[in-house]
Nanobody, 115 residues
Framework: QVRFVESGGGLVQPGGSLILSCTLS????????PAWFRQAPAYGRERVAI???????DYKDSVKGRFTISKDNAKNTVYLQMNNLTPEDTAVYYC?????????WGQGTQVTVSS
């Protein structure tokens, strides 16, 4: 089954940092405008960051200056460096391809920011 596999979540104190990883598993597939999303309880899924084909990067306003998205095409892996985390960042984080025929949504990784 081809899908993204997210990892790196956990419990962190406010002001802390985490690095999330997301690897697209399966043969014959590749990253295609990969993006990170998150979904907090009682809220809809929102896009946090995306790497457009061509290289431009967009972030949700509330994470600009704190989060950094990057990718390694050879490893089919997308990363999300998250710094200065706040309780409002608590959510399940997912990644997906935004271009191509399928998104390959994974199961997500839980990030909890709490003291």
């Amino acid at each position: 089954q081809v899908r993204f596999v997210e990892s790196g979540g956990g419990l962190v104190q406010p002001g802390g940092s985490l690095i999330l990883s997301c690897t697209l598993s399966g043969s014959g597939v590749s990253l295609d405008e990969p993006a990170w999303f998150r979904q907090a309880p009682a809220y809809g899924r929102e896009r946090v960051a995306i790497i457009h084909n061509g290289g431009t990067i967009d972030y949700k306003d509330s994470v600009k200056g704190r989060f950094t998205i990057s990718k390694d095409n050879a490893k089919n892996t997308v990363y999300l460096q998250m710094n200065n985390l706040t309780p409002e960042d608590t959510a399940v984080y997912y990644c997906a391809n935004m271009a191509g025929p399928l998104a390959y949504w994974g199961q997500g990784t839980q990030v909890t920011v709490s003291s």
